[in-house]
């Protein structure tokens, strides 16, 4: 709305909504905040958290979050024309992080690949923290560019072929 002003505050509020900077009502929110994560963890179907794409059990499990599903599901194919069966996890949930079930699927998995479109894998460091597993290899692209296809088996190739823990991938 042209010339409207918004107010906020950075303190916290009381069960009415009063401005306070009480230590025990700071804690009695905190509280509040972290049981909605676990009534979410509890609530929100798997389907929703997590996606396996391909057989439960594999040789190569690719793993990554949002809008490389496309490139990554063309790669399978190609990949699988290596000699080796294929799965992809797609991660759909980053908070709060299904990790029980992200380490069950990544203690079935022989060899694993993150596939991501950063510099820092961020979500290779999400899945270590939450499950204290590593994953093997790292495809990453970070040129402000989608990944193709192409880029994914390649990288994917490279990767396992010469052993690298880390592959930038580039339409460069």
């Known amino acids: ?47 929703s958290k997590f996606t396996l794409h391909g057989p439960r059990q594999a040789d190569l499990t690719l793993v990554a979050w949002g809008a490389t599903k496309g490139a990554i599901l063309d790669a399978m194919g190609e990949l699988e024309n290596d000699g080796r069966t294929v799965n992809y996890l797609q991660i759909r949930l980053m908070r709060p992080f299904p990790a029980n079930a992200v380490a069950a699927i990544l203690r079935n998995a022989r060899l694993t690949v993150l596939i991501e479109n950063n510099y820092s894998a961020q979500l290779g460091a999400l899945i270590s923290e939450q499950t204290a597993m590593a994953l093997d290899h790292h495809v990453l692209k970070y040129d402000g560019r989608p990944f193709s296809r192409n880029e994914i088996v390649e990288g994917v190739r490279s990767a396992l072929s010469e052993q690298k823990k880390e592959v930038m991938v580039s339409h460069a």
């Open 1 to 47: 709305m042209p010339g409207g002003i918004f107010s906020t505050t950075s303190d916290e509020h009381d069960p009415e909504g009063h401005i306070t900077e009480g230590i025990e009502n700071r804690i009695a929110m905190m509280r509040k905040r972290m049981a909605k994560l676990e009534t979410a963890a509890r609530e929100i179907p798997a389907s």
